[in-house]
């Protein structure tokens, strides 16, 4: 691993506010760039925004009008840019279980410090299935934490991790949080610990130098990042008066696949 290449990954990465009426910025989680390479000149990239779409929703699965995204700067500082989703086209996946959003995202590129993950760098089922991508390949990703966001500039934290299952069927999946009935998934699960605020990172698959077959890169994009997993337990108190329950993180992320946002 290069230093070179996390630096990359890392600019890949921007945060996502909401501004309340305080106007106070709110860390709602991550997001990323990707770059799908233009038909006609194949010099240019179209450029988009990734997260998922938990991100820009409240409770009742609205999308927020406005949020921003705070973005480094070329002279070692950052900005926040307002994005109203209500103005600009949202692209989803036709399955609604597919927690992914993007949109077009075109700024001045030589103010703003970023990178984008190239269109050949996505992974689909054929690269999976032509990889031998299993339970034996490790992972980072890249995402916001909350008790240090970056007071000059975004401050994104590298997690590693195993891939845990690539299953063939859907996962079920609870919202915890959010007292909503479980729904089945198509999603990687992760051996790595994830939290909030990490919802949209860039997931990726790392391959080192000895795994056979052999990648052309050493980073492919392997999804998004969307959820862990957490079990409550009752909260033994004889005095209470109504049950309590601690909510505890089990270690294993959910990542939508990046099969997914290829599709989209």
């Not at 691993?1 to 860390?27: A, G, H, N, W």
């Not at 991100?55 to 950052?78: A, E, H, K, W």
């Not at 890249?142 to 590298?158: C, T, Y």
């Not at 195993?162 to 909503?180: M, T």
Request: some cysteine.
């Amino acid at each position: 691993m290069t230093e070179s290449v996390l630096s990359q990954i890392k600019k890949c990465v921007t945060f996502i506010y909401l501004k309340d009426s305080d106007r106070t910025y709110l860390p709602l989680g991550t997001g990323f760039f990707v770059g799908i390479r233009a038909k006609l000149r194949k010099r240019m990239y179209h450029q988009y925004l990734v997260t998922c779409k938990h991100v820009l929703q409240d409770v009742d699965g609205n999308f927020f009008p406005i949020v921003s995204i705070r973005i480094n700067t070329t002279d070692g500082s950052s900005k926040f840019i307002e994005i109203p989703t209500k103005e600009i086209p949202m692209l989803t996946h036709k399955d609604d279980s597919v927690d992914i959003a993007v949109f077009p995202f075109s700024v001045d590129e030589k103010a703003l410090d970023y990178v984008m993950i190239p269109d050949d760098l996505i992974t689909t089922k054929e690269t999976i299935q032509k990889l031998k991508i299993d339970e034996c390949d490790d992972v980072l990703f890249a995402g916001l934490f909350e008790s240090h966001m970056g007071q000059k500039r975004n401050q994104p934290i590298i997690r590693h991790g195993k891939v845990a299952l690539i299953s063939d069927e859907k996962v079920e999946f609870e919202e915890v949080y959010a007292e909503k009935p479980s729904k089945f998934v198509d999603v990687y699960l992760l051996e790595c610990t994830a939290f909030g605020g990490n919802s949209g990172s860039p997931v990726f698959f790392e391959f080192h130098k000895d795994r056979k077959p052999k990648p052309k890169k050493e980073f492919y994009l392997a999804g998004v990042m969307t959820a862990f997993f957490s079990y409550s337990s009752e909260i033994p108190n004889l005095k209470r008066e109504s049950e309590l329950y601690s909510l505890q993180n089990v270690g294993i992320a959910a990542v939508t696949p990046s099969y997914q946002l290829y599709d989209i």
